[in-house]
């Protein structure tokens, strides 16, 4: 049975900081990409941040300098960095492993508000 696991949600004030983390566990983690994505409410889900099996990085133009994410395939983690946080960052973020169109698998999500 898969399991991805999020943690690390909240609330927090406009340019505070927050860190997600995701374990997951019935896969072996090092053959999937490992992605964090983002559903603000009438909003489409989108993609924050991916991070390849062999260690390549993407983000959404949005995020971009303000949040990192990284993998510990030792502890079947990954880890969203996010700082200077901004309003419009407040959505559910979710956990995603993906070896292939038909090999996928989600988190249940985490919510993080940035409210003064």
């Known amino acids: 049975q898969v399991q991805l696991v999020e943690s690390g949600g909240g609330l927090v004030q406009p340019g505070g900081s927050l860190r997600l983390s995701c374990t997951a566990s019935?896969?072996?983690?090092?053959?999937?990409?490992m992605g964090w994505y983002r559903q603000a409410p009438g909003k489409q889900r989108e993609l924050v941040a991916i991070?390849?099996?062999?260690?390549?990085?993407n983000y959404v133009d949005a995020v971009k300098g303000r949040f990192t994410i990284s993998r510990d395939n030792a502890k079947n983690t990954v880890n969203l960095q996010m700082n200077s946080l901004k309003p419009e960052d407040t959505a559910v973020y979710y956990c995603?492993?993906?070896?292939?169109?038909?090999?996928?698998?989600w988190g249940q999500g985490t919510q993080v508000t940035v409210s003064s």
């Open positions: 995603n492993a993906v070896r292939s169109a038909y090999d996928k698998y």
């Open positions: 991070v390849t099996t062999g260690g390549d990085t």
């Open positions: 019935g896969i072996i983690f090092s053959r999937y990409s």
